[in-house]
């Protein structure tokens, strides 16, 4: 193994023992973002859009909102794992739990990993004038919608794909809509070809 393959692994074992308190609700929410029941998708995207219009209904401040979050975020985290030894205790874990905890375990330290790269890309390297340009371009861009479209639609969104995104990758769905549109395509050159004759 190379030095790299080590830290890896070391990276993946210590991401595992941090989050073995959380790894039924892990294992169970990975099962509910891939799809894994037909109705899933349905309750994913539910869920986000009832959290949406209650946020958009209480309007609360940034500050009042981020607020809420830590403190959400911190009593989960401290009474989460107690509750569910009281409630998931007696939920015997198999080998298959456990290959999905893994596989979650695994794409979350690569998706580290790439938010690394891209760290040491963007902030540690020196960048050429052509880089600025595009990237000043595309971020006024970004300004420029985020100016037009309210930004709660934008966040909702934004949190939309990011949670159906898993499961559209699962159930192969955009293969299914490249071979559609490929296969419309090449009808339309055939159609094309036959007429030129």
Same mark, same amino acid.
């Given at each position: 193994?190379?030095?790299?393959?080590?830290?890896?692994?070391?990276?993946?074992?210590?991401?595992?023992?941090?989050?073995?308190?959380?790894?039924?609700?892990?294992?169970?929410? %990975?099962?509910? !973002?891939?799809? +894994?029941?037909?109705?899933?998708?349905? @309750?994913?995207?539910? =869920? /986000?859009?009832?959290?949406? #219009?209650?946020?958009?209904?209480?309007?609360?401040?940034?500050?009042?909102?981020?607020?809420?979050?830590?403190?959400?975020?911190?009593?989960?985290?401290?009474?989460?794992?107690?509750?569910?030894?009281?409630?998931?205790?007696?939920?015997?874990?198999?080998?298959?739990?456990?290959?999905?905890?893994?596989?979650?375990?695994?794409?979350?330290?690569?998706?580290?990993?790439?938010?690394?790269?891209? %760290?040491?890309? !963007?902030?540690? +390297?020196?960048?050429?004038?052509?880089? @600025?340009?595009?990237? =000043? /371009?595309?971020?006024?861009? #970004?300004?420029?919608?985020?100016?037009?479209?309210?930004?709660?639609?934008?966040?909702?969104?934004?949190?939309?794909?990011?949670?159906?995104?898993?499961?559209?990758?699962?159930?192969?769905?955009?293969?299914?809509?490249?071979?559609?549109?490929?296969?419309?395509?090449?009808?339309?050159?055939?159609?094309?070809?036959?007429?030129?004759?």
């Amino acid at each position: 193994m190379t030095a790299s393959q080590v830290d890896q692994k070391r990276a993946l074992n210590k991401l595992k023992h941090d989050l073995e308190p959380f790894r039924t609700a892990i294992v169970g929410a %990975y099962g509910v !973002l891939t799809w +894994e029941k037909q109705y899933y998708a349905g @309750v994913v995207f539910g =869920s /986000i859009s009832v959290l949406y #219009l209650a946020l958009w209904y209480l309007d609360f401040s940034l500050i009042t909102l981020v607020s809420l979050l830590g403190l959400i975020s911190i009593l989960m985290d401290y009474m989460f794992p107690t509750v569910s030894r009281l409630v998931f205790g007696s939920v015997n874990w198999d080998g298959d739990q456990e290959a999905k905890f893994e596989d979650v375990c695994s794409q979350v330290c690569a998706i580290k990993a790439n938010l690394a790269t891209w %760290y040491e890309y !963007l902030f540690k +390297e020196r960048k050429s004038t052509v880089f @600025v340009i595009i990237s =000043s /371009i595309g971020l006024v861009g #970004l300004a420029w919608i985020g100016a037009l479209i309210n930004n709660w639609l934008l966040m909702y969104l934004a949190t939309l794909l990011i949670a159906m995104w898993p499961g559209l990758q699962d159930k192969d769905v955009f293969k299914a809509i490249t071979q559609k549109a490929s296969k419309i395509i090449n009808e339309k050159i055939q159609c094309g070809k036959r007429k030129l004759q």
